[in-house]
């Protein structure tokens, strides 16, 4: 393990997460923005990344050239679009450099997309970079394995700022996936994404998810296992963006060392 920083480039630079993230690897010894990208045409490309993540200036630059970056760099961070994730894991590989993923939404095609590039990138993706969540995720697993589908009834209920752009979060989907773990059961056979009109009742074993959207609601998340006559709740709440960027940085340097490959935050957190 190299005693220097790790050079990380922040993607994304310019939005909520990548805010964060400059301001978080900005106060952590072990790793320095070596690098901040921003797309095409976006208008803070050309400003001081630390200046727009309210730090004030830090050197570096925001740039639309993402590989001119990721070839000098050790990691990247990205919390963008499916898209863009989908091109930077493609530059992450040629790099032959850590990508940590926290972007939400991508299609079955894009995570094919994804493994392919692991086998030259370190890859760490994860719908929750969050210690808490992840916990949250193996409680899930332990309750619905041992609360079953005759008699235990599982929903995933989520409330996200107005501004989120996909539905369930890619965290309800960590946990439902958890929970058919637990059950042994494979979650896109069993899930109910959406209820409207006369439904008819529950099927047995279904896991369902229930969303809501408003304000400026970081994150909440709550797995409920109803029976009758009790129900059991777990659940977690986000107050502050900065756990998702400290666990990014933590599976950034986690990977550093690792051989190319496609790893989860259960991985990084020894939760496996
Ligand atoms: P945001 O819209 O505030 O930020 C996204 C940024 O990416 C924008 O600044 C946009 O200009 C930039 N971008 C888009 N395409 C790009 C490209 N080709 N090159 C460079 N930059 C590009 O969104 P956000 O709230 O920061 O969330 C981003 C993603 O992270 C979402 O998918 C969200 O669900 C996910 N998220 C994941 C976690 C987690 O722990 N895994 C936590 C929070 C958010």
Not at 234 to 261: E, N
Request: proline share 3%; glycine share 12%.
């Amino acid at each position: 393990m190299s005693g220097k920083a790790m050079k990380l480039v922040v993607v994304g630079a310019a939005g909520r997460m990548g805010q964060t993230l400059i301001r978080t690897i900005h106060a952590i010894a072990g790793a320095e923005v070596f690098a901040a990208v921003e797309r095409e045409g976006s208008p803070f490309v050309g400003r001081d990344a630390g200046e727009i993540a309210g730090l004030g200036p830090i050197g570096v630059a925001v740039t639309d050239k993402p590989l001119e970056a990721f070839v000098e760099a050790e990691g990247v961070l990205d919390f963008t679009t499916p898209a863009a994730t989908v091109e930077f894991s493609g530059l992450a590989a040629q790099a032959r450099i850590v990508h940590v993923i926290g972007t939400t939404g991508c299609s079955e095609a894009d995570e094919e997309r994804i493994r392919a590039a692991a086998r030259h990138a370190r890859i760490v993706k994860s719908g929750n970079m969050s210690l808490g969540v992840n916990l949250l995720g193996v409680l899930a697993e332990t309750a619905a394995r041992a609360l079953g589908p005759q008699d235990w009834d599982i929903e995933v209920l989520e409330m996200h700022h107005r501004h989120k752009v996909d539905a369930p979060s890619g965290t309800a989907l960590l946990l439902g996936q958890a929970a058919a773990r637990g059950r042994g059961i494979a979650l896109a056979e069993h899930s109910v994404r959406v209820r409207d009109g006369h439904t008819g009742p529950r099927p047995a074993g279904a896991i369902g998810f229930a969303t809501l959207r408003g304000g400026s609601v970081v994150g909440e998340h709550s797995v409920l296992i109803a029976g009758e006559g009790e129900t059991v709740t777990l659940s977690h709440s986000a107050t502050d963006r900065s756990i998702f960027a400290r666990g990014a940085v933590q599976a950034a340097l986690w990977a550093r060392d690792r051989k190319p490959g496609l790893y989860s935050m259960l991985d990084v957190l020894g939760l496996n």
